[in-house]
């Protein structure tokens, strides 16, 4: 009886490790973990980085393939999540404002329900952050979510985020550090402050130095995150079947990265692994390191097309890998729009040799203030320096009081990107080259991020965002284009743009109010003609003629009237410009400083508690505007 008990459990045990072992081998359809990690740049060893200590990403990218040219299709997280999770650019979605929330069509299906719907059990594990709410996109979101609760047999596609390197990490104290991360490495693996190799633009000191290096720390405790989830697959003994991605949100979130569209803001690390039975999905060989241009946009076609699925029409992504592969395209495009309480609205064009940037707020600084980054070390001790320091030329081109409309880089001369050749004769063909293809992309797409949040919300009470760019009458993209492209002028014709201000259309007299801040030295008949639009029938244009009236210094009763009406609005997307435009101009807006700090207080309770939302932004604003220096 004994022998036939244990012959029983001999063959038991047999049969599960073939069990085991028949799903890794035998299934057509690959497995898919995507590993994410927050706010850096390709600072792993492989990458050529000194500095960085990442032995288990180095030993994957020896058995993968590792992108040298891999972008993120924003500069902070949630739009280009956005991109990711629905292979569409979220300034055609109207997505490309942080944690707005704007609904997405019927008819676009998100990867996960597309993957779902062709039987894969697909699970996020757990950071979701897309700027449209949809409970619908997994079959499990959550801390616990993993391919290893899928039904028997199917394949999944996992997705795990290591929060470990975002910026807000490396906020407090020593002790603090510490004792969350500190504590997890040994003494070598520790980044020693003198080891780093700062930017150029950055000031040099002990404190900006120790916060790079706890930065460095960061990416050493990711990286052994990432190979203990890998470890796990291995445990499964499911890395035969299964395809692997390794890529990070964005750039970093240090100043001049996140909220920029420099490489330092979204080139990203990109690694992929795939085993042997699939290496015909790829034309890629195993352990090198190319330099194809490939963009988040890219990915989930490439995602759909590794899985034999034909990706949708709508996708306008090229399938680098897969049954539906294609040659990856010559240019990355991206977007930096509002994040918090502080407006951007910048396009960027990514080639192999070079970077060209447009700045369509150019009035307005790199470096703004924020209410969020503003509490951070780094920040404060970047500002001690700024009144202490002098500065070189690559530091000066981060404090710089405006923008250029247009900024062009040599990647290969330049990597910081501090030598701006936008207005050097030498290169003025390949800047028209790309100012041309850039335009000809922010209208294929119909770029949303021309319209003002709040103008787009009055709009999509019936119809999604994405359907109605499309309307020009609604949204008149070329003729914007064109309102901006007067600033690249010299000298800029401040008669005609002007006389914008007098469009039929609502958007192409904000916009001409908007341009016109761009100006040094505004005409008296042009101050005229904007004092003239104080009574306009849209608010959105009255706050950029009040924004541009206080910038040229006449922030008169009437302005301060008008910014005061907007922010007691109750459409918030309105109060969150009006309290922008109070912070920005702090100090000029003095006769209705009673009322904004009243209103402010009110705010401040009403959104006790919460972590996104226009009136908890403009809380923020109203915070800092009143802050003591």
């Known amino acids: 009886m004994k022998n036939l008990l244990f012959i029983f459990f001999c063959v038991l045990i047999l049969f599960s490790c073939q069990v085991k072992t028949d799903e890794s081998i035998t299934s057509d359809r690959p497995n898919i973990l995507w590993i994410t990690c927050e706010d850096i740049t390709p600072m792993l060893g492989s990458y050529g980085d000194l500095v960085a200590t990442t032995p288990n990403l180095d030993r994957l990218a020896q058995k993968g393939i590792q992108f040298n040219n891999a972008y993120s299709t924003a500069a902070v997280c949630s739009p280009a999540r956005s991109c990711l999770v629905t292979g569409i650019y979220a300034n055609s979605l109207g997505t490309q404002n942080l944690r707005s929330e704007f609904e997405i069509p019927e008819n676009i299906r998100t990867v996960p329900h597309i993957l779902r719907e062709n039987g894969y059990y697909c699970t996020n594990n757990y950071k979701e952050d897309y700027n449209f709410e949809d409970t619908t996109i997994w079959d499990e979101s959550s801390h616990e979510a993993h391919w290893r609760k899928r039904p028997p047999g199917k394949p999944f596609f996992s997705v795990f985020n290591i929060e470990t390197t975002h910026q807000s990490q490396i906020f407090g104290d020593d002790d603090s550090f510490y004792n969350k991360y500190g504590k997890l490495l040994s003494e070598e693996q520790h980044h020693h402050p003198d080891s780093i190799q700062l930017p150029s633009y950055y000031f040099d000191s ?37 395809i692997i991605f390794f890529f990070s949100d964005h750039g970093t979130g240090m100043p001049r990265a996140k909220r920029a569209l420099y490489n330092s803001g979204i ?92 700045n369509f707020l150019p009035h307005l600084p790199l470096i703004q203030p924020n209410f969020y980054t503003d509490q951070s070390e780094i920040m404060k001790e970047l500002y001690r320096l700024k009144k202490i320091k002098d500065m070189n030329s690559a530091q000066q ?110 958007l192409i007299r904000y916009w001409a109010a908007v341009s016109i801040q761009y100006l040094d030295d505004p005409e008296t008949r042009t101050i005229q003609s904007l004092e003239d639009r104080l009574t306009d029938s849209s608010c959105y244009v009255r706050l950029a003629v009040s924004d541009a009236l206080c910038a040229f210094h006449h922030c008169s009763t009437q302005v301060q009237a008008t910014i005061l009406e907007s922010l007691n609005s109750s459409d918030d997307a309105e109060l969150l410009m009006a309290a922008r435009i109070f912070e920005l101009h702090r100090g000029k807006a003095i006769e209705i400083e009673t009322q904004v700090l009243d209103l402010r207080d009110r705010l401040k309770e009403k959104t006790e508690g919460e972590w996104k939302g226009y009136d908890l932004y403009a809380t923020w604003a109203l915070n800092e505007a009143f802050k003591e220096e």
């Open 206 to 242: 002990p404190e900006v130095r120790k916060l790079w290096a706890r930065y460095y720390d960061l990416v050493t405790i990711m990286d052994q995150q990432a190979q203990d989830i890998l470890d796990e697959l291995i445990d499964d003994n499911l890395a035969a079947n299964t």
């Open 397 to 506: 081109s981060m404090w710089l009081s405006k923008r250029f409309p247009e900024e062009l880089y040599d990647l290969e001369s330049d990597p910081d990107e501090t030598v701006n050749l936008a207005l050097d004769p030498e290169y003025q063909e390949i800047l028209i080259e790309l100012r041309h293809s850039l335009k000809q992309w922010m209208q294929r797409i119909y770029d949303t991020g021309l319209m003002p949040e709040g103008y787009m919300k009055g709009l999509s009470d019936e119809k999604t965002v994405y359907e109605i760019r499309t309307n020009e009458d609604l949204f008149p993209l070329e003729k914007i284009l064109e309102i901006n492209d007067m600033i690249l002028e010299e000298p800029i014709d401040q008669e005609e743009l002007s006389r914008q201000l007098n469009d039929p259309h609502e």
């Open 267 to 358: 080139r990203v690390p990109f690694i992929v692994y795939i085993p042997e039975k699939f290496r015909h999905l790829s034309n890629y060989e195993t352990g090198t390191k190319v330099n194809d241009i490939v963009s988040f946009i890219d990915f989930p076609p490439t995602l759909l097309s590794i899985t034999g699925i034909d990706p949708p029409t709508y996708m306008p992504g090229i399938p680098f890998m897969g049954e539906k592969l294609r040659t990856p395209g010559n240019y990355a495009f991206a977007s930096s729009d509002r994040v918090d309480e502080a407006y951007e609205l910048s396009r960027s064009l990514k080639t192999e040799k070079f970077s060209y940037i447009r």
